[in-house]
């Protein structure tokens, strides 16, 4: 038979408190609760409030970074573009030791 609530040991309950607190530091820490309360207070002081609640904090959501695909998007491009600086920094030092096997003088001092 399952105790009351009255019966249950104080004990029992910091584990969840515990969790909790520190789901609320890990919040508060990644500016989580300062951008929702800001979003809030944004919607409370709105002199006409929008018909739907839920798609204006979506919207102000939206405008705090950019979006997810985006920023992958630039991740891909980023990695391409360094795969190809470094195909043509190796294409760059075989051309430059081809060079300077025709031709042993001329490269002498030019050597970057």
Avoid: C, W
């Amino acid at each position: 038979m399952p105790q009351k609530l009255e019966e249950l040991d104080m004990t029992t309950f910091r584990p969840a408190d515990s969790k909790r607190e520190e789901f609320r530091k890990y919040l508060e820490k990644a500016g989580v609760l300062d951008t929702l309360t800001k979003i809030l207070v944004s919607l409370y002081e709105e002199p006409e409030k929008p018909n739907n609640a839920l798609d204006f904090l979506k919207q102000h959501l939206n405008v705090a970074g950019p979006e997810t695909a985006d920023v992958e998007a630039l991740r891909l491009q980023v990695s391409e573009l360094q795969q190809k600086v470094e195909q043509l920094q190796d294409e760059n030092k075989e051309l430059r030791a081809k060079l300077q096997q025709e031709n042993p003088d001329e490269g002498q001092g030019s050597e970057s």
